[in-house]
């Protein structure tokens, strides 16, 4: 199981569908398979809400639970499903989420949270 925090060479991640840099150097990525949007922090600092430590793993939305839109509420309990990912020019996380037919946007601070538009 993949837990946040740790070095971004331990974890094992599934099918990469979508993949950017957003302005501070941070890596943030869509898996396919396993329905989640991660950053590997660029920097140590506060990213998207959350404490890292550079080239750790932070994931910002998950499918924990299917049934939750996650509009205005955390990511981490968004039923999304994500596909590709981009970033705005206020650096907040864009992501295609395909179940729902809708883009999501991760807001990069001050806590992760979703929206659609």
């Known amino acids: 199981m993949i837990q946040d925090g740790w070095l971004a ?14 302005g501070d150097g941070n ?8 329905d989640q949007v991660y950053v590997i922090a660029g920097q140590t600092a506060t990213v998207y809400g959350r404490p890292m430590i550079r080239g750790h793993y932070c994931l910002v939305a ?8 996650g509009n205005g509420g955390s ?12 970033i705005d020019h206020f650096g907040n996380i ?11 946007v991760i807001a990069k601070a001050p806590a992760c949270s979703t929206g659609s538009r």
């Not at 990511?75 to 981009?86: D, E, F, S």
């Not at 864009?94 to 037919?101: E, R, S």
Request: aromatic share 6%; no cysteine; charged share 20%.
């Open 9 to 22: 060479s331990r974890v094992q991640l599934g099918q990469r569908s979508g993949i950017t840099v957003d």
């Open 75 to 86: 990511a981490l309990a968004a039923g999304i499903k994500p596909y590709g990912v981009a």
């Open 27 to 34: 890596v943030v990525a869509a898996d396919w398979n396993s």
């Open 62 to 69: 998950d499918v924990s639970d299917v049934s939750q839109p």
């Open 94 to 104: 864009i992501v295609t989420d395909v179940w729902n037919d809708l883009i999501r």
